[in-house]
């Protein structure tokens, strides 16, 4: 069962963004207490699987999860192969992916090489559309994968 593997929240810019024992997503607005909650509708929390970072390791690439500036590690979930406008419900939340994550600046501190292997593979950006408390361990639930979706409707 696909489940929150950790939770990350930083407030400080390039500080990393620390484990924490449980976050509130709030609605139309991101993480609470994570500097990037409130600035973007559209990329309100980020996702990146567990087992991608693992992965990293295995090939022999220290990458503390707390690097990688995500917010959300997920486990047992195909989260890049997930399409946009997929809603999800994480503990008492619910989000949907909006954009898929690119590598980022942050990820090159960790070593020059990582962004080209993490192309197709960096997870996923979401919105809040219902707000709640997320802990490690939740279950992951996909509830709809439907067409229709805010990026839709923004499109026309």
């Given at each position: 069962?696909?489940?929150?593997?950790?939770?990350?929240?930083g407030?400080?810019k390039?500080?990393g963004?620390?484990?924490?024992?449980?976050?509130?997503?709030?609605?139309?607005?991101?993480?609470?207490?994570?500097?990037?909650?409130g600035?973007?509708?559209l990329?309100?929390?980020?996702?990146?699987?567990?087992?991608?970072?693992?992965n990293?390791?295995?090939?022999?690439?220290?990458?503390?999860?707390?690097s990688?500036?995500?917010?959300?590690?997920t486990?047992d979930l195909?989260l890049?192969?997930?399409?946009l406008?997929t809603?999800?419900?994480?503990?008492?939340?619910?989000?949907?992916?909006t954009?898929?994550r690119?590598p980022?600046?942050?990820?090159?501190?960790?070593?020059?090489?990582?962004?080209?292997?993490?192309?197709?593979?960096?997870g996923?950006?979401a919105?809040?559309?219902r707000?709640?408390?997320?802990?490690?361990?939740?279950?992951?639930?996909?509830?709809?994968?439907?067409?229709?979706?805010?990026?839709?409707?923004a499109?026309?």
């Open positions: 069962m696909p489940t929150v593997y950790s939770i990350h929240t407030d400080r390039g500080g963004k620390p484990s924490v024992l449980f976050g509130e997503l709030v609605a139309d607005f991101g993480l609470r207490g994570d500097r990037h909650a600035r973007d509708p990329r309100q929390v980020s996702l990146f699987a567990e087992e991608v970072r693992r990293l390791e295995e090939q022999g690439y220290r990458v503390p999860a707390d990688l500036s995500a917010n959300i590690l486990l195909q890049d192969d997930l399409p406008g809603v999800l419900r994480l503990g008492e939340a619910e989000i949907e992916l954009e898929k690119n980022c600046r942050s990820i090159t501190r960790i070593d020059y090489h990582l962004p080209r292997l993490l192309v197709g593979c960096c996923q950006m919105r809040v559309i707000g709640g408390l997320i802990r490690p361990g939740d279950p992951i639930e996909i509830l709809t994968t439907a067409n229709q979706s805010i990026l839709d409707l499109i026309g």
